[in-house]
Each structure stands twice: as structure tokens, then as C-alpha cells.
Nanobody, 115 residues
Framework: QVQLVESGGGLVQPGGSLRLSCAAP????????MGWYRQAPGEQRELVAH???????NYADSVKGRFTISRDNAKITVWLEMNSLKPEDTAVYYC?????????WGQGTQVTVSS
């Protein structure tokens, strides 16, 4: 059973930074792609950033230039570095991993940007 474990969420002031981490403990294979999604109250879940096993990345327009996704295939870990955070970045952030036709989700971590 694949389990994705996220960490690093919290409360931060506008303009601040946070780093989210997502690991797959006990998993011995590398996912085809990993990414981060977010869901704000009353909104649909949306893609934030995505990275393939060869390092190709894709970002939502709203986070380009502020967020950076990276991964370590050996450690089966993905990070999301978030800078210049805005109140509209407030949401539950979910880690996502794809292996063939299978998709896995983490439990989510809350990010709140507020003064």
C-alpha cells in the first residue's frame, strides 16, 4: 500500500515562505510524476506544480516565479518551496504521485497566509 506523507504546512504572513515536503515511506519504486495540488474552501482542487521523473516541471500561472517544485527520485520525495506567499495561496495542499494508471494522494496539509 502506497502512502504519501506530507509535512511543512502552517501559518505564515503575506510575503513569507514555506517549504512543503512529501515522502513515500517504504516505497521502493520511483513514480512517473509527482506534484502538488491545492483546494481552498468552496473551490475545486487545482494543480499547483508538477514534476516528472526526468525533472520536467509545470506550474499554475498563479504561482509561477514564486513556487519551485523539486524531487529526489532515490528518496522518493518531492518538495514545494513557496515564496512571496499571498492570502489567496491559503488552501489545503495535497501531494500527488502517479505510477502508470495509478494515482495516489496524501492526506493534505493546511497552508494559511494571513497577517
Amino acid at each position: 500500500q502506497v502512502q504519501l506523507v506530507e509535512s511543512g504546512g502552517g501559518l505564515v504572513q503575506p510575503g513569507g515562505s514555506l517549504r512543503l515536503s512529501c515522502a513515500a515511506p517504504g516505497t521502493i519504486f520511483s513514480f512517473n510524476a509527482m506534484g502538488w495540488y491545492r483546494q481552498a474552501p468552496g473551490e475545486q482542487r487545482e494543480l499547483v506544480a508538477h514534476i516528472t521523473s526526468d525533472g520536467s516541471t509545470n506550474y499554475a500561472d498563479s504561482v509561477k516565479g514564486r513556487f519551485t517544485i523539486s524531487r529526489d527520485n532515490a528518496k522518493i520525495t518531492v518538495w514545494l518551496e513557496m515564496n512571496s506567499l499571498k492570502p489567496e495561496d491559503t488552501a489545503v495542499y495535497y501531494c500527488n504521485a502517479q505510477l502508470g494508471l495509478l494515482t495516489y494522494w496524501g492526506q493534505g496539509t493546511q497552508v494559511t497566509v494571513s497577517s
